[in-house]
């Protein structure tokens, strides 16, 4: 049979659409079967795999756990304070030694207070070092989990043809300054789908321009749209979804004081009852979690019946699942 996934996932823009419709396809039978009692727990029996996060995580870190559990294998999650990298060991070493003991690596490395770049430099360095399939829990420039599970969340509420769906994904204002790995990973993936993508930002919050040169191309192949607007209104008008979060402007990076101070002007970028009038009848709010609840958003939105925060939470598991699933038994 034809090897369609490739070893590593890094960010979905290397993978051929196909093996990403698999993922996906996967991952809504596994939530459909956990919610019949199926277990799923023969697919990957005694198999291990090592996460480490070099930043903190909630959601990234218990589904990943969850997930192998479920699937009758285990995790080991490593602190990297307590491994020898801290005091030298190059990663090199650290990834062939943890091929030969287990089946799969996920690595968290998206410092903010960092050069851009670097952090995408260290997964791929896990992944070109690594026998066993890297997968990346988010750099600082992609978090390819979150938008599958994003996608998976999508096509729950609109169906499998995207075509038309109008998704805006938002600069939002924050306290705490966010990479920006899951709005670029957004443009490319739902440019891939032919939706119609617009990306609002006050100016100066411009994304990495080979990201939007990417998506543009995809845009082309999917016989979609894509525009980017500064305002927050003009991109809310009409959207089928909208995803306000904030991220730290690429420019300021990594000078957090620089970027707070950019960010001042901008505190009414914020995902408002009123905003969400402007959408779609039908439209939906996401948002990747965690959020500045009263900055970000209100509680009326996150918590009012047009959000569907939870089920992208839960979405994370389903993927997770579908990804380790197809990289761990798929090997060829
Ligand atoms: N969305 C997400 O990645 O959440 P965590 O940072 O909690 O893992």
Known sequence: MKQIFPKDL??????????????????????????????????????????????????????????????????????????????????????????RYGDAISVRYCFTKEAYGDGNKVLRTYAKESSVPVINMECDTYHPCQVLADWQTIKQRFGENLKGKKITISWAYGKYIRPVAVPQSLVLMMSRLGMDVTLAHPEGFDLDQKIIRQAETNTTLADGSFEIVNDMDEGFKDAHVVYPKNWGPLAAMPDMAKAAEMQEPFKHWKATVKRMKLTRPNGIYMHCLPVDRGLEVEDKVIDGPQSAVMDQAENRLHVQKALLTLLINNRG
């Open 10 to 99: 890094i960010t979905t823009q290397e993978w051929d659409k196909p093996a990403l419709d698999v993922v996906i396809q996967l991952a809504e039978r596994f939530r459909t079967e956990r919610l019949a009692g199926i277990l799923h727990n023969n697919l990957l029996p005694a198999r291990t795999l090592y996460s480490i996060f070099y930043n903190p995580s909630t959601r990234t870190r218990t589904s990943f756990m969850s997930a192998m559990t479920q699937l009758g294998g285990e995790t080991h999650t490593l602190n990297p304070s307590g491994l020898q990298e801290s005091i030298g060991e190059v990663i090199k070493d650290t990834a062939g030694v943890l091929s």
